[in-house]
């Protein structure tokens, strides 16, 4: 890592910056299918942003398994409806596939909570927060490195939303599909200074 990059960024700093969502093309995955024909694409990657999403409690107790894993390739993000088992036995399939990094932020979490609905041997993650810590950053959510090595800032608006529902919003499509594609530019910016 260079010694002009750094190691910090504050609220301030990252409300300047210029918002930033993907633009691509973005495919919901919610059938047999539809599945097959992400996973076609996903096997041909080396690299891909990986991010979850799960409904959220409100009360105390109250717990929901995940609802949504984005997958983002070079040509599209995958928004796959995990709850059809199906996409759910798709995105294993991926997860397991070792040619291809999955990289995300806070993944040990995510791949907790995606092992409640279906099994799988995860291999090739890297964790892009962990590797931000083991370079001495202190700020490791996606949103930080995101302002800090790619200069722009992700809205978060959509994060508490009912990730279950059967047809998700445009608003929603559009942050979860943001997430994943940061995540994958991150690996890429890391690679490239030595951090992963």
């Not at 979850?52 to 949504?68: K, N």
């Not at 490195?145 to 959509?158: E, Q, V, W």
């Not at 994943?180 to 200074?193: G, H, K, N, P, S």
Request: with cysteine; hydrophobic share 45%; glycine share 6%.
């Amino acid at each position: 890592m260079s010694e002009k990059q750094p190691l910090t960024i504050s609220r301030e700093e990252i409300n300047a910056l210029p918002i930033r969502r993907y633009e691509g093309e973005v495919r919901v995955v919610s059938a047999g299918h539809e599945a097959a024909q992400a996973l076609a694409d996903i096997l041909a990657q080396t690299v891909v942003g990986f991010d979850t999403e799960t409904r959220p409690a409100f009360r105390v107790g109250e717990s929901y398994p995940p609802s949504l894993a984005q997958v983002a390739t070079a040509r599209a993000v995958y928004l796959f409806q995990v709850r059809h088992r199906e996409v759910a036995a798709a995105l294993a399939q991926m997860l397991a596939a070792e040619h291809i990094i999955k990289a995300g932020v806070g993944l040990a979490d995510d791949l907790k909570a995606l092992r409640k609905i279906i099994e799988f041997a995860e291999k090739s993650i890297v964790d892009l927060g962990a590797a931000a810590t083991r370079h001495g950053l202190k700020q490791t959510g996606v949103r930080n490195l995101t302002g800090l090595f790619l200069g722009f800032r992700i809205p978060k608006g959509t994060k508490t939303s009912n990730w279950a529902r059967p047809r998700l919003t445009p608003q929603q499509i559009a942050y979860a599909a943001t997430d994943a594609w940061a995540c994958r530019e991150l690996y890429v910016r890391f690679r490239t200074l030595g951090i992963v």
